[in-house]
T-cell receptor
Framework: AQKITQTQPGMFVQEKEAVTLDCTYD???????LFWYKQPSSGEMIFLIY??????QNATEGRYSLNFQKARKSANLVISASQLGDSAMYFC?????????????????FGKGTHLIIQP | KAGVTQTPRYLIKTRGQQVTLSCSPI?????VSWYQQTPGQGLQFLFE???????NKGNFPGRFSGRQFSNSRSEMNVSTLELGDSALYLC??????????????FGPGTRLTVL
């Protein structure tokens, strides 16, 4: 079974500072994808960034980057130059291949999330 | 391109009743997944449908069921509602069913309250 651990229930960060949100994962599968989602108070999940288990480069999407350390099974999200609008819940998620059971993939396994608050 | 839509957005039911939630995926997406989000359990995978077939199921009782239509729209049904079924139900769509960078895009959710 897969597991995602996010050890920071809440974080306060000053506007314009960089912030790192921690995520460690546990799986015995070699083929998997890691995702970060943002959930504002409105409730909708917004996709931020993806990293594949075989990707050699760390993923980047604008102000978001993913610090992928495969040997340590960590996939930390880095937000550069934080903005007030970044205040939200952030979820790390994983999806593994079902290569041994007819193909396809399992559903996303989510961590408990980190509540990020950006202060002016 | 329009995003994932879910109806209704809010629903209040009483214990023992049943409920049906609807999800329309992004145009061209053939996979629809459902998730339950509660303060205690967090986000949990319910099931995934692709081409009208259930491809995947999470660890939920048989009271939770779903289906997908030929136009990829999906419905989720919960029978004999319990208080613990109160949650935000999120639908997500994507093109296929691989583990790779086929991103799931989520709808705004249906907030179900069971009294």
């Amino acid at each position: 079974a897969q597991k995602i651990t996010q050890t920071q229930p809440g974080m306060f960060v000053q506007e314009k500072e960089a912030v790192t949100l921690d995520c460690t994962y546990d799986t015995s599968d070699q083929s998997y994808g890691l995702f970060w989602y943002k959930q504002p108070s409105s409730g909708e999940m917004i996709f931020l960034i993806y990293q594949g288990s075989y990707d050699e480069q760390n993923a980047t999407e604008g102000r978001y980057s993913l610090n992928f350390q495969k040997a340590r099974k960590s996939a930390n999200l880095v937000i550069s130059a934080s903005q007030l609008g970044d205040s939200a819940m952030y979820f790390c998620a994983m999806r593994v291949s079902r290569s041994n059971s007819g193909g396809g993939a399992d559903g996303l396994t989510f961590g408990k999330g980190t509540h990020l608050i950006i202060q002016p | 391109k329009a995003g994932v839509t879910q109806t209704p957005r809010y629903l209040i039911k009483t214990r023992g009743q049943q409920v049906t939630l609807s999800c329309s995926p992004i145009s061209g997406h053939r996979s629809v997944s459902w998730y339950q989000q509660t303060p205690g359990q967090g986000l949990q995978f319910l099931f995934e449908y692709f081409s009208e077939t259930q491809r995947n199921k999470g660890n939920f009782p048989g009271r939770f069921s779903g289906r997908q239509f030929s136009n990829s729209r999906s419905e989720m049904n919960v029978s004999t509602l319990e208080l613990g079924d109160s949650a935000l139900y999120l639908c997500a769509s994507r093109h296929g069913t691989s583990y790779g960078p086929d991103t799931q895009y989520f709808g705004p959710g249906t907030r179900l309250t069971v009294l």
